[in-house]
């Protein structure tokens, strides 16, 4: 089955700086790659997801980038701002039948003022 | 607004206990899931339903089951709680080809 492996558990940048989260994936026919953001107490939410038709997507401050042959893909996170705190989980997952997704182990990410 | 609502918040059971943790949501989503969440480890799939009486076992089924009567309702089961059990049990839906999930609060469940 598939298995998502996230790197770093944790990570702390400055705030104004740019923050990148990366995961690998195993399964060459996973074919959707969303990213979850979990604050603290709260449920996780979706930020951005990017499909493998696609090599990029970008949404405001936030970009992800998909490398399919390498099975990897990337949350890059610009201009840093407090509000980002949190922990982020990567998936993978086949759009078809169960749709069910397989988490990375999450980032913590801490924005220091 | 997709609403996934979890019964409880907080809850405290003895080891051995029979215990129920539902799930409702309100989008006539297709699927429904049940993850536990423990530090380190991500979000673990312990059970899926793609439609009404269908289950599916996710990567760690042990110990749980499931029930899923109405499309709504998705319900995990603990038979006979134990210490390891103690953990945060989030559970999701999303609609048949779509793949974002959404998610309750959470429910954090200690086993004594």
């Known amino acids: 089955g598939e298995n998502v492996e996230q790197h770093p558990s944790t990570l702390s940048v400055q705030e104004g700086d740019s923050a990148v989260i990366k995961c690998t994936y195993s399964d060459s026919a996973s074919n959707y790659f969303p990213w979850y953001k979990q604050e603290l107490g709260k449920r996780p939410q979706l930020i951005i997801d990017?499909?493998?038709?696609?090599g990029e997507k970008k949404d405001q401050r936030i970009a992800v980038t998909l490398n399919k042959t390498a099975k990897h893909f990337s949350l890059h996170i610009t201009e840093t701002q407090p509000e980002d705190s949190a922990v982020y989980f990567c998936?993978?997952?086949?759009?078809?039948?169960?749709?069910?997704?397989?988490f990375g182990q999450g980032t913590r990410l801490t924005i220091n003022p | 607004d997709v609403k996934v609502t979890q019964s409880s918040r907080y809850l405290v059971k003895r080891t051995g206990e029979k215990v129920f943790l539902e799930c409702v949501q309100d989008?006539?989503?297709?699927?429904m899931f049940w993850y536990r969440q423990d530090p380190g480890l991500g979000l673990r799939l312990i059970y899926f339903?793609?439609?009404?009486?269908?289950?599916e076992k996710g990567d760690i089924p042990e110990g749980y089951s499931v029930s899923r009567e109405k499309k709504e309702r998705f319900s995990l089961i603990l038979e006979s709680a134990s210490t390891n059990q103690t953990s945060m049990y989030l559970c999701?839906?999303?609609?048949?080809?779509?793949?974002?999930?959404?998610f309750g609060a959470g429910t954090r469940l200690s086993v004594l």
């Open positions: 339903s793609y439609d009404v009486k269908m289950k």
């Open positions: 989008m006539d989503h297709e699927n």
């Open positions: 999701a839906s999303s609609m048949q080809g779509i793949g974002v999930q959404y």
């Open positions: 998936a993978a997952s086949i759009l078809e039948g169960a749709q069910k997704l397989v």
């Open positions: 990017i499909r493998s038709n696609v």
